[in-house]
């Protein structure tokens, strides 16, 4: 492993592994998590889908979207006149055009345009034409977008949408607060497992001394002296292994955070207190609150779509003005011409299978969104249900597990001052031992699940600081 540096020492006939990093990183928990949220590609992914829905959201609330064009122009035809096949005649015109075209809509479903536009048409006879036109135009939808109504369903469908992914940011951060938590107090456990275990072999080895003297001086019996022996043997293998997978969640702690250097972890408890608001809570899911949101936008869309599978009746206005002059040869004319014109439109499509597909699609998804609504409602429900439970019990059973490995702690104590005196029973003594290792390491699991269930709580109710230690 080329990211860790290590070296053995020596406790008397232990051999201990140590990482050795830069003291200032991987040091405690929330130095831990700052470096792991800074890499977390799964939050940044969604970070990005936030920014996506932003984006739209702004492009449907620019109700009064403005557009500009300039379209110049450059014509020439030729016009050939045959009689039978004999070429009679043939014309020329050329045609130069620039036009300027203004629209801007409004929240109300109408929609102005003022347009622009200047020509110049030449011909073999030396006719030259100049017209200068503009036009003012106002048209409204009396059905399909009926003041606006399928704007402002298309405005709330992508307000809805940017909430979801609102929400969704939030519950994957704290998901990946939770995923960077789990990296540094499991490899925690792990190195506490190595000292819990080391901690018995000493012991193991002290009885092992003493019972190899009260051998020597005849007050135990071989058997016995071989019994510690086995059970020292058996202790140091275990030792071993935890070695083993104190260097591995070490390793995957580290290259999960992007870091080079760890050093000996600090015990995350304090750092994991969630505030006590969390005792009582209730379910506040931010999961949960993205499915409401969309179910809100494919409610929208499909209200939407529904507008526009209509019959369309429009309502246009218009003014225009044209003004111009012709030369052809020397003579001189010029005109103006003005129009005024009321339209009613009813465009009325008897199928369109395209419209009907989409309706048809907006309606399933509307339908799905429903189910995952309730389907995730009632799967957070029943965890929210069993996870307060399951911290009561938990904490109960760290409680009991504390004062039980400080009892055994003072029975091997006691017992190994007996075994000097050579008044106590080996395989008594083996049993302690055995007992007293295997309580400290079920209380150290406890202990991760019951700091775990604390924030998977927490997140089920919405407490982002809590999650990630104010880190963020």
Not at 76 to 87: D, H, R
Not at 164 to 173: F, V
Not at 177 to 187: H, K, P, S, V
Request: hydrophobic content about 35%; aromatic content about 6%; charged content about 25%.
């Amino acid at each position: 492993m080329s990211l860790l540096s290590d070296r053995i020492v020596r406790v008397g006939s232990l051999s201990l592994l140590v990482f050795l990093s830069h003291p200032s990183q991987g040091k405690d928990l929330k130095s831990y998590l700052g470096s792991y949220m800074a890499v977390s590609e799964s939050h940044q992914i969604q970070v990005s889908k936030k920014h996506q829905a932003e984006q739209q959201k702004i492009i449907t609330d620019d109700v009064f979207q403005s557009r500009l064009s300039v379209s110049p122009t450059w014509q020439n035809s030729t016009l050939t006149s045959y009689a039978g096949s004999v070429e009679t005649s043939e014309e020329s015109d050329t045609s130069q055009s620039l036009g300027l075209t203004l629209s801007q809509k409004s929240p109300w479903g109408l929609v102005g345009q003022l347009s622009v536009e200047k020509s110049l048409d030449e011909d073999d006879f030396s006719s030259t034409r100049t017209d200068l036109g503009w036009s003012a135009a106002l048209t409204t939808s009396l059905r399909r977008d009926f003041l606006g109504s399928s704007t402002r369903s298309n405005q709330l469908k992508a307000g809805a949408h940017w909430e979801s992914a609102k929400w969704l940011e939030s519950d994957q951060l704290m998901s990946s607060c939770i995923e960077g938590i789990n990296f540094y107090t499991t490899a925690y456990i792990e190195q506490e497992k190595l000292k819990a275990t080391q901690k018995v072999l000493k012991l193991a080895e002290q009885s092992l001394g003493i019972a190899k003297n009260a051998y020597k001086r005849k007050l135990i019996r071989k058997i016995d002296s071989l019994a510690l022996q086995s059970e020292a043997l058996r202790i140091r293998s275990r030792f071993h292994t935890a070695q083993q997978r104190a260097f591995e969640s070490l390793t995957r702690m580290t290259l999960a955070a992007g870091i080079v250097a760890v050093a000996e972890l600090k015990d995350p408890e304090r750092a994991l207190k969630v505030s006590q608001s969390t005792e009582k809570g209730v379910l506040n899911s931010p999961e949960l609150r993205a499915r409401e949101y969309d179910v809100e936008s494919a409610q929208w869309d499909l209200a939407y779509n529904k507008n526009q599978s209509k019959s369309e009746v429009s309502l246009g206005l218009e003014y225009s003005s044209v003004s111009g002059e012709v030369l052809s040869g020397s003579t001189f004319n010029d005109y103006k011409d003005r129009t005024l014109m009321l339209e009613l439109t009813w465009d009325w499509e008897w199928w369109n299978s395209e419209l009907a597909a989409t309706r048809s699609i907006s309606l399933e998804a509307h339908k799905q969104a429903q189910l995952r609504l309730r389907a995730t409602r009632k799967k957070l429900e029943e965890e929210f249900q069993d996870l307060m439970h399951q911290r009561t019990v938990k904490a109960e059973v760290v409680q009991l597990l504390t004062e039980q490995v400080q009892l055994l702690e003072e029975q091997v104590r006691e017992g190994l001052r007996l075994l000097r005196a050579g008044k106590f029973n080996i395989n008594d003594y083996i049993n302690y031992q055995d007992r007293l290792l295997t309580e400290r390491l079920n209380l150290l699991v406890e202990k991760n699940e019951l700091w775990h269930t604390h924030l998977r709580l927490a997140q089920l109710q919405g407490h982002k600081q809590e999650v990630c230690l104010g880190v963020l």
